[in-house]
């Protein structure tokens, strides 16, 4: 076969990597694998699952009692301690249309989900608004959220709640630094991984006009309208289309990633368990912050009178609060029990395997998790399992299990991953 017929072949190849349908598969995959013994690094006992839902339905009954949840999205970070800090402001704007306030929404969301990795355990930011003190995925949010809102992202001063294209390529990590109350004594994980990461959404933002560009310049949320155009004549739009949108936009942002015929894979990886006869051999996708994204941007499109369908065509999240969840209550064990001790670069078999058997056990969790409940999947879809159980969950056995609730596993990252 000609290079540029392989190429082709491969391209293809990778574009069906790019969806929430291979996410899932190859981790249902990867799940089998462990259960029959398969993988270097892990034990799985799927015989723990029964008890980790009900510790997850207990949970979610207790944070919302009527089991009217929301989806997980980065809104609900926004909304600390009985305060939205963004919807009240939002509702009070004089916006011309929806789809003005759905662009800017789209700009919010995009970079503070960007800038959502963990955070480290030695940070934290005090919003002189509210008077509280935040830390982890609270703090990265409230830091975005007042960045944003002070016009840190827009190249117009009259006009201060967007991201502009030019101003993200500008940004620097002092920028960062100071919008997120960096200092020696206040360090945040990966600052100049953050800053690079939102430098280079800036410049795709330029180089694809087709995805990017409004009336005022090319942003974020230039998605928006692509997305509007996508529905169909009643408005719909399966969630699937979000998230497919946003690796084609996004792919090139994540540095010295994978790439398989000239597409760029974003979070994707290689294991060895993971067997193929194309070149697809060996790879596992995860997109986890894109999917995280996705649900993100679900209510700005409803809100813009899209309904998005098929929710549940997303995947659970492969970051540390679930995978955790799945290490404290016993169904994943590292069969080296020496491995706890290590620090494990992301690329690792040992976290890809952890990342994608998370994905997998999330969809054997959810429907568990609803039994207990006795609601089915139209009432507790599983972004809304994951709001109110699974990653509340993870985060409160980490703290019951070691000090400061850190992750069960020590990973290094350039604060794009986790």
């Known amino acids: 076969m000609a290079s540029s017929e392989t190429e082709q072949a491969q391209s293809l190849q990778a574009e069906s990597l790019l969806t929430p349908a291979a996410v899932r598969t190859r981790a249902q995959e990867m799940l089998r694998i462990g259960v029959e013994g398969g993988l270097t690094h892990w034990r799985v006992d799927l015989d723990r699952l029964p008890e980790v839902a009900r510790y997850v339905a207990e949970l979610t ?61 030695d940070w934290s930011y005090a919003d002189a608004a509210t008077g509280r003190t935040y830390t982890r995925s609270e703090g990265l949010a409230v830091a975005s959220l007042r960045m944003f809102q002070s016009g840190a992202f827009s190249a117009d001063p009259d006009d201060p709640w967007r991201a502009d294209a030019v101003s993200l390529t500008l940004l620097s990590a002092d920028d960062l630094a100071k919008g997120f109350q960096v200092t020696a004594d206040n360090p945040l994980v990966g ?3 953050r800053a690079a990461l939102l430098r280079r959404l800036g410049r795709q933002c330029l180089s694809r006009p087709d995805l990017f560009e409004l009336e005022d310049g090319p942003r974020p949320g230039g998605l928006a309208d692509v997305l509007f155009a996508r529905a169909d004549a009643e408005d719909r739009l399966p969630a699937s289309a979000i998230l ?11 540095q010295d990633r994978l790439t398989l015929g000239g597409v760029d894979l974003g979070d994707c990886w290689r294991h060895p368990a ?41 995947t659970g999240l ?18 080296d029990p020496t491995d706890i001790d290590k620090a494990w670069p992301v690329s690792d078999p040992l976290v890809v395997g952890w990342r994608s058997m998370t994905v997998a056990l999330l969809d054997r969790i ?6 207990e409940l006795c609601v089915d ?40 991953v986790f």
């Open 274 to 314: 993971m067997r193929r006869d194309d070149a697809t051999d060996g790879l596992v996708p995860i997109h986890k912050l894109s999917q995280w994204l996705s649900y993100s941007l679900v209510e700005p499109l409803q809100r813009a009178c899209v309904t998005v369908t098929d929710l549940d065509g997303l």
């Open 61 to 121: 009954r207790e944070r919302y009692p009527t089991l009217d949840v929301p989806f997980h999205a980065r809104w609900r970070h926004f909304e600390l301690d009985g305060v939205d800090l963004w919807g009240p402001d939002a509702d009070a704007e004089d916006w011309p249309d929806a789809a003005t306030r759905a662009r800017a929404e789209f700009d919010l969301a995009v970079v503070s989900v960007l800038l959502d990795a963990g955070a480290g355990p």
């Open 366 to 371: 959810a429907p568990l998790v609803r039994a």
């Open 244 to 254: 497919e949108l946003l690796l084609e936009a996004f792919g090139p942002i994540w």
């Open 191 to 193: 600052l100049e991984g």
């Open 377 to 416: 999947a139209d009432r507790l879809p599983l972004a809304s399992v994951l709001e109110a159980g699974t990653w509340a969950a993870g985060r409160r056995i980490a703290a019951e299990r070691r000090a400061g609730g850190g992750p069960p596993l020590t990973i290094l990252s350039d604060g794009t």
């Open 318 to 335: 492969a970051e540390y609060r679930n995978g955790g969840l799945f290490m404290d209550m016993g169904v994943l064990t590292l069969k």
